[in-house]
């Protein structure tokens, strides 16, 4: 412990913001602890939004998370942060006032991304789903039973609606602009699947196809949506599910390399400044952070997943007061799960790294199956339906650098063919999207007439 650090900052008061509070405390930090966020609640928990909390079964006010512990922390809530000044170690309220701290956790996470018609998206009947207003606000009106729901994007959000509807007996359309739902998350081989199953439960699923127009009455309430295929629809509900937008545009100005796609810092979670050198005072954690991992050729991850948040603000909060030589490098492979349409579906490593995919065991017919991806010729992901129980011995397999195709022997049978292209969309900074499966830039992909653009990342910037 470094005696010397006596103030802390947390701006996030998020799942992360919460797990590295919790970790500091746990690590003997005495000091000050200040929690800031921009909405009025303290933390609570994200994935029961889009879930149970829309189908009625849970309260939305029964989603805030349980602390452990007294933390004996200040909680700012209700006030945004709007500027850091890194030379004078300072945070910046929206009410005027400022905060030295010694070190500064940036836990900020995303929003959801909106509408791009602003009146279009004021209509009555045209909702996002990101936090617990949102959702209570959709559940009171999918409760009144809407004769159509539609839902704008077929990524994980936009598929657990989806879902939530079906189970509701409500008509719903998705509409994706790709060729198959979870497109970006799992690939089209895996998506085709993820779309049959959407078909079976009876959802009108449109791929290919774009929402050009909302359309009001003359009381401003959502009445009609014009598709790209020629289609107009007469829908009381929209649901857009466009992915997120990471909440970096406070830290304008502040000296940090960021971007749309979130913030730089190392595998100790420490932030770059703009001369490419990395800061002690500054850590970030959660979806808002891009980090390099060892397994992903250094590649700089973006995860929107819960258990992430959690570990990588647990190492973050250990790395921000332990001495130096004792930091530790965050290294945790990612993990999703995501319930819908009667199955539980999970994943962990990268799934959007691969150039390949493998069915070896199960199959959609009995709502079982075991995908595995790849690169290069090894195991960089695997995805399981139903079958959860086998992903600890795919996770050993992606650690330890396993050649694909693997050799599995199942009692669920092998697959009968070989691998087959996984299908992901070109991997490139301006067409990933956040909120439809991790979001990543490989270094070699970064140009210097991109990075021009964006007055926060200096030309030929890369972390090492």
Same mark, same amino acid.
Not at 14 to 38: K, N, P, Q
Not at 339 to 352: A, D, E, I, M, Y
């Given at each position: ?32 602890? #200040? ?7 303290? &933390? ?47 945070? +910046? ?50 409760? $009144?039973r809407p004769k159509r729901v539609l839902v704008i994007g077929g990524g994980f959000t936009g598929s657990e609606v989806a879902s939530v509807c079906r189970e509701l007996d409500l008509v719903v ?79 304008? $100005? ?18 770059? $400044? ?59 492979? &990612? ?24 069915? #070896? ?43 694909? &195709? ?9 697959? +009968? ?14 067409? #990933? ?20 653009? $964006?007055?926060?990342?200096? &030309? ?5």
């Amino acid at each position: 412990m470094v005696s010397s650090i006596q103030r802390i900052v947390i701006v996030g008061a998020s799942l992360a913001g919460l797990s590295a509070a919790e970790a500091l405390r746990s690590e003997g930090f005495s000091g000050t602890l #200040t929690v800031i966020g921009d909405e009025p609640y303290v &933390p609570y928990d994200r994935p029961p939004l889009s879930k149970t909390v829309l189908t009625g079964w849970l309260p939305v006010d029964h989603t805030t998370l349980p602390q452990r512990a007294d933390l004996h922390a200040e909680w700012l809530l209700d006030v945004p942060a709007i500027g850091l000044d890194l030379r004078n170690h300072k945070v +910046e309220l929206a009410d005027g006032m400022r905060f030295s701290f010694d070190r500064l956790l940036i836990a900020t996470g995303t929003r959801a991304r909106p509408w791009p018609d602003s009146a279009q998206a004021s209509l009555d009947g045209v909702y996002l789903l990101r936090t617990r207003n949102d959702a209570a606000q959709l559940r009171a009106r999918l409760a $009144d039973r809407p004769k159509r729901v539609l839902v704008i994007g077929g990524g994980f959000t936009g598929s657990e609606v989806a879902s939530v509807c079906r189970e509701l007996d409500l008509v719903v359309t998705v509409t994706e602009r790709s060729a198959t739902p979870l497109i970006g998350a799992i690939g089209s081989a895996v998506g085709t699947l993820a779309g049959q199953l959407q078909r079976a439960y009876g959802v009108d699923l449109r791929c290919n196809v774009t929402v050009m127009a909302l359309e009001g009455d003359e009381n401003g309430r959502l009445r009609r949506a014009y598709l790209s295929d020629g289609d107009i629809l007469d829908i009381d509900v929209a649901v857009v599910a466009l992915g997120a937008v990471r909440n970096v545009e406070w830290l304008r $100005d502040s000296g940090l390399v960021f971007d749309s796609r979130g913030i730089v810092c190392d595998a100790a979670c420490r932030a770059f $400044d703009t001369n490419g050198m990395v800061t002690d005072n500054i850590f970030v954690a959660g979806d808002v952070a891009r980090w390099p991992h060892p397994l992903y050729e250094g590649e700089l991850l973006a995860v929107e997943h819960w258990g992430n948040a959690v570990e990588q603000a647990r190492t973050a909060a250990h790395n921000m007061v332990c001495n130096p030589a004792d930091r530790w490098a965050y290294k945790t492979l &990612p993990a999703f799960w995501s319930r819908q349409f009667g199955v539980n579906l999970k994943t962990v490593g990268l799934p959007s790294f691969a150039d390949e995919v493998v069915f #070896t065991q199960g199959s959609i017919a009995e709502r079982r199956l075991v995908a595995v991806y790849g690169y290069k010729g090894r195991i960089v992901a695997a995805l399981t339906v139903n079958m959860a129980r086998w992903l600890p011995a795919y996770k050993a397999m992606i650690e330890a650098r396993a050649p694909f &195709p693997p050799v599995i022997h199942a009692l669920y049978g092998l697959a +009968e063919h070989g691998p087959v292209p996984a299908g992901f969309p070109p991997r490139t900074h301006s067409s #990933t999207q956040a909120g439809s499966g991790p979001s990543t830039l490989r270094p070699k992909e970064s140009s210097t007439s991109t990075r021009v653009k $964006d007055p926060h990342v200096p &030309p030929g910037f890369q972390p090492k």
